[in-house]
């Protein structure tokens, strides 16, 4: 891979982080942090089991 190729796929994961994260905060602001909120403490401790197993699944893709 070449230096320029390199740069470019950083750029653009740089913008598509930037992205994301512009994406998140308009949905939290539609949504309302208030609902969001309430919508974790529904699912309760639950939602840690869902982003260990998240991260799990990330980890083993990562290593296969």
Known sequence: MTRRTSRGLRMASVLAALGGVGLFAWSMQLAGTTAVVDGIRRVGTGI???IILG??????????
């Open 48 to 50: 840690i089991v869902v």
């Open 55 to 64: 991260g799990a699944r990330a980890l083993i893709r990562t290593v296969a």
